[in-house]
């Protein structure tokens, strides 16, 4: 019995020294599911293409509630993964207890920041490229009235709100700006039902351009701007595609590209540990304009925006971030 | 002397569960075979996750702590005729009492620590419990609805103290700092290595043993003294307490607050055990599988504790069942802990008639 556990202790060590780099890599999917069409889906996105370009299978989980989180990271941290990529801020205090056991794994952690060696932190400047979908909002409504449903009301889901509102305001100074939550649980990112309720509320109000920074909810916030004739702007994955003709962009945010780059960065032996904050500048995050909104975003609407861009990236316009340590 | 189509109790209490569950794997193993997998693996992942190694155990355990405190919040209301589906919310917000005094007076010596995170969680579940039940009880506020509104309630605020007051801020998650070595419950591992024992990591701490404590402290309450019976009186016919002299208003208001405090415990072991930080959510529906539990427990501790056995293997094997076998899926683990509901709790009787006719004595002349 003894003897078993020192074999698989040593295999423990083994799998974690240059052998390594051959394995699989592992993902984690948070609260909402892999095919959420927007942040977990993202993430499946870059784990797929990945696994299409590598022929590599990768591990991954969906996490149901919080009290597995750690079980789950250290399960998939110990049967040697190249790389565990954590998908989602809640995943925080797991990864840092996780990392701390296991110091010759790496983790990616997406969306929040873990200090440790061998953890690998990415966040977005998502208050950024929300800055350029509020200018796309403000720039394509007829009412001066645009809206923001968020998902599960916390720092995050407040950091898109108050880039949307600024760059509303840099369009168009008199816009107003309508704002729903759709709840306080994590259920919230997984209501399209109620994300539909608040889009219509909004749109009686006046409200005919909204953003969702919800997650699957979003899906709802879409389909009722489609049903109303009105504009909706989607997030995280580029989900212009959705309903053509009524999606004005989307605010992407490239957790596809994390999730690729940490597991080719790991195969390859060039992971490095560290945070990595992807803003316009590095296109971590952005604003989507392809063949299915193209008609719907004016030369003019593009050029302001493009130029907004570019003063963000040189630091001449300055978007809030209402997550930064106060 | 029995009614008509009575159990010996041996039928009622060992039988009839195990026929339910029997058929509630039955019908899983259908469910399994439906999406192209091997039923027989399938079952052996599940216990084999579950209880197949001494980290397994540990987490079974840890999961089954939960279910103690919530199965016996809601057995304890039941026995006061009240339906609490609010255990959710009252342990929520006990979360918060735990945890205040967890960041704010960790300077206190530990027993101090402990014993005042003991006395804010279970009063803060208390109150967030009692609300309803004075609300029930001076106002006819049912306690089904009342009890869901401050499940909601509960979170709001709570969202609300995480987001805006009580973060740690700069890491985006809604959560507060890591509370101090000197504030939190030893782990199982911890406290097996005390004696010598190895054992491996796992969220299992002192809380399993204030489970139990709880469980024998809730029998003696409800069937041996006063107050118990009073409880039990005004659950078996309000008309008859009062004629008998008991206060039913009080007796409500009183179980509803032992109900919230039970519940309260969950946050011993989840934030100052598991987490050792308050974060959004923590309750993960523990709140409402509770009611499973009591149900299939039979609101007695002794069934509550067993159920919350089976529950905290059913979570522990179920995530191992999602981990190892890529055809089944989360929410394939979902239907099959919702089969196990289904047929422990809400159809529970539906074996009872064949059973009866097998094994109910004749009456008697």
Same mark, same amino acid.
């Given at each position: 019995?003894?003897?078993?556990?020192l074999a698989a202790a040593l295999a423990a060590g083994l799998a974690a020294t240059p052998a390594m780099a051959q394995t699989a890599p592992a993902v984690l999917f948070d609260v909402g599911g892999k095919f959420d069409r927007s942040f977990n889906q993202a993430a499946?996105?870059?784990?797929?293409?990945? @696994?299409? #370009?590598?022929?590599?299978?990768?591990?991954?989980?969906?996490?149901?509630?919080?009290?597995?989180?750690?079980?789950?990271?250290?399960?998939?941290?110990?049967?040697?993964?190249?790389?565990?990529?954590?998908?989602?801020?809640?995943?925080?205090?797991?990864?840092?207890?996780?990392?701390?056991?296991?110091?010759?794994?790496?983790?990616?952690?997406?969306?929040?920041?873990?200090?440790?060696?061998?953890?690998?932190?990415?966040?977005?400047?998502?208050?950024?490229?929300?800055?350029?979908?509020?200018?796309?909002?403000?720039?394509?409504?007829?009412?001066? @009235?645009?809206?923001?449903?968020?998902?599960?009301?916390?720092?995050?889901?407040?950091?898109?709100?108050?880039?949307? #509102?600024?760059?509303? @305001?840099?369009?168009?100074?008199?816009?107003?700006?309508?704002?729903?939550?759709?709840?306080?649980?994590?259920?919230?990112?997984?209501?399209?039902?109620?994300?539909?309720?608040?889009?219509?509320?909004?749109?009686?109000?006046?409200?005919?351009?909204?953003?969702?920074?919800?997650?699957?909810?979003?899906?709802?916030?879409?389909?009722?701007?489609?049903?109303?004739?009105?504009?909706?702007?989607?997030?995280?994955?580029?989900?212009?595609?959705?309903?053509?003709?009524?999606?004005?962009?989307?605010?992407?945010?490239?957790?596809?590209?994390?999730?690729?780059?940490?597991?080719?960065?790991?195969?390859?032996?060039?992971?490095?540990?560290?945070?990595?904050?992807?803003?316009?500048?590095?296109?971590?995050?952005?604003?989507?304009?392809?063949?299915?909104?193209?008609?719907?975003?004016?030369?003019?609407?593009?050029?302001?925006?493009? #130029?907004?861009?570019?003063?963000?990236?040189?630091?001449?316009?300055?978007?809030?971030?209402?997550?930064?340590?106060? | 002397?029995?009614?008509?189509?009575?159990?010996?109790?041996?039928?009622?209490?060992?039988?009839?569960?195990?026929?339910?569950?029997?058929?509630?794997?039955?019908l899983s193993g259908l469910v399994v075979i439906a999406v192209g997998e091997d039923p027989v693996k399938a079952m052996r992942v599940l216990v084999q996750g579950a209880i197949g190694h001494p980290e397994a155990i540990a987490f079974t355990l840890y999961y089954a702590?939960?279910?103690?405190?919530? &199965?016996?919040?809601?057995?304890?209301?039941?026995?006061?005729?009240?339906?609490?589906?609010?255990?959710?919310?009252?342990?929520?917000?006990?979360?918060?009492?735990?945890?205040?005094?967890?960041?704010?007076?960790?300077?206190?010596?530990?027993?101090?620590?402990?014993?005042?995170?003991?006395?804010? &969680?279970?009063?803060?579940?208390?109150?967030?419990?009692?609300?309803?039940?004075?609300?029930?009880?001076?106002?006819?506020?049912?306690?089904?609805?009342?009890?869901?509104?401050?499940?909601?309630?509960?979170?709001?605020?709570?969202?609300?103290?995480?987001?805006?007051?009580?973060?740690?801020?700069g890491h985006g998650a809604p959560e507060t700092r890591r509370f101090l070595p000197g504030a939190t419950l030893p782990s199982m591992q911890t406290m097996l290595g005390w004696i010598g024992v190895d054992a491996p990591r796992s969220p299992l701490n002192l809380a399993?043993?204030?489970?139990?404590?709880?469980?024998?402290?809730?029998?003696?309450?409800?069937?041996?003294?006063?107050?118990?019976?009073?409880?039990?009186?005004?659950?078996?016919?309000?008309?008859?307490?009062?004629?008998?002299?008991?206060?039913?208003?009080?007796?409500?208001?009183?179980?509803?607050?032992?109900?919230?405090?039970?519940?309260?415990?969950?946050?011993?072991?989840?934030?100052?055990?598991?987490?050792?930080?308050?974060?959004?959510?923590?309750?993960?529906?523990?709140?409402?599988?509770?009611?499973?539990?009591?149900?299939?427990?039979?609101?007695?501790?002794?069934?509550?504790?067993?159920?919350?056995?089976?529950?905290?293997?059913?979570?522990?094997?179920?995530?191992?069942?999602?981990?190892?076998?890529?055809?089944?899926?989360?929410?394939?683990?979902?239907?099959?802990?919702?089969?196990?509901?289904?047929?422990?709790?809400?159809?529970?009787?539906?074996?009872?008639?064949?059973?009866?006719?097998?094994?109910?004595?004749?009456?008697?002349?």
């Amino acid at each position: 019995m003894k003897s078993t556990f020192l074999a698989a202790a040593l295999a423990a060590g083994l799998a974690a020294t240059p052998a390594m780099a051959q394995t699989a890599p592992a993902v984690l999917f948070d609260v909402g599911g892999k095919f959420d069409r927007s942040f977990n889906q993202a993430a499946y996105e870059g784990a797929e293409r990945f @696994k299409r #370009e590598t022929g590599v299978q990768y591990s991954e989980f969906e996490i149901t509630n919080t009290a597995e989180r750690e079980q789950a990271i250290r399960n998939l941290a110990r049967r040697g993964a190249s790389v565990v990529v954590a998908v989602g801020f809640s995943n925080r205090a797991a990864v840092e207890t996780v990392a701390k056991e296991f110091p010759n794994v790496r983790f990616t952690l997406i969306d929040s920041v873990v200090d440790l060696p061998n953890v690998q932190s990415v966040t977005f400047r998502e208050h950024e490229g929300s800055f350029l979908v509020g200018m796309a909002a403000a720039l394509a409504s007829r009412t001066g @009235k645009v809206g923001f449903v968020g998902g599960m009301d916390v720092p995050i889901i407040r950091k898109f709100h108050r880039g949307f #509102e600024e760059g509303a @305001k840099h369009a168009n100074a008199q816009v107003e700006v309508f704002m729903n939550m759709t709840g306080t649980t994590p259920a919230a990112f997984r209501d399209p039902t109620r994300g539909a309720e608040l889009a219509r509320g909004q749109f009686d109000r006046g409200v005919d351009v909204v953003f969702a920074a919800a997650g699957a909810t979003g899906i709802g916030v879409y389909q009722a701007a489609k049903d109303a004739g009105r504009l909706a702007i989607g997030v995280d994955s580029n989900q212009n595609h959705l309903h053509p003709g009524t999606m004005l962009t989307s605010m992407t945010k490239r957790v596809d590209v994390a999730v690729y780059e940490a597991m080719t960065q790991a195969r390859a032996g060039t992971w490095r540990p560290g945070a990595r904050v992807l803003g316009l500048r590095e296109e971590g995050v952005g604003m989507a304009i392809d063949e299915h909104n193209r008609r719907l975003i004016t030369p003019e609407m593009e050029r302001r925006i493009a #130029e907004a861009r570019q003063a963000i990236i040189e630091g001449r316009i300055v978007v809030t971030d209402v997550t930064a340590a106060r | 002397m029995r009614a008509k189509g009575e159990l010996p109790a041996w039928i009622d209490v060992v039988v009839l569960p195990l026929a339910n569950l029997t058929l509630a794997f039955a019908l899983s193993g259908l469910v399994v075979i439906a999406v192209g997998e091997d039923p027989v693996k399938a079952m052996r992942v599940l216990v084999q996750g579950a209880i197949g190694h001494p980290e397994a155990i540990a987490f079974t355990l840890y999961y089954a702590t939960n279910f103690v405190f919530t &199965g016996l919040a809601v057995a304890v209301a039941f026995h006061a005729g009240l339906f609490n589906i609010g255990g959710e919310g009252q342990a929520y917000i006990a979360g918060l009492g735990v945890a205040l005094v967890c960041l704010y007076l960790d300077f206190l010596p530990w027993p101090l620590v402990f014993l005042l995170a003991l006395a804010a &969680g279970m009063g803060f579940g208390a109150a967030w419990g009692a609300v309803p039940g004075w609300l029930q009880a001076r106002r006819g506020s049912h306690i089904v609805i009342t009890t869901i509104m401050f499940n909601f309630i509960a979170a709001a605020l709570m969202t609300y103290l995480l987001s805006h007051v009580l973060l740690d801020p700069g890491h985006g998650a809604p959560e507060t700092r890591r509370f101090l070595p000197g504030a939190t419950l030893p782990s199982m591992q911890t406290m097996l290595g005390w004696i010598g024992v190895d054992a491996p990591r796992s969220p299992l701490n002192l809380a399993f043993f204030l489970a139990l404590i709880a469980a024998f402290l809730v029998h003696v309450y409800i069937r041996h003294t006063r107050w118990g019976y009073a409880l039990r009186v005004v659950g078996q016919n309000e008309q008859a307490a009062r004629y008998a002299g008991i206060d039913p208003g009080r007796a409500i208001v009183v179980a509803m607050a032992i109900s919230g405090a039970l519940a309260g415990m969950m946050a011993l072991n989840e934030i100052m055990g598991a987490h050792q930080r308050l974060l959004a959510a923590f309750t993960s529906g523990f709140g409402f599988v509770g009611i499973a539990v009591a149900l299939m427990g039979r609101n007695h501790p002794v069934g509550v504790c067993l159920a919350a056995l089976l529950f905290g293997a059913l979570y522990q094997g179920g995530a191992e069942l999602a981990f190892e076998m890529r055809g089944i899926s989360r929410e394939m683990v979902i239907v099959i802990q919702g089969l196990i509901i289904l047929f422990c709790g809400a159809l529970e009787n539906m074996f009872r008639p064949a059973l009866a006719a097998l094994f109910a004595k004749p009456e008697r002349a």
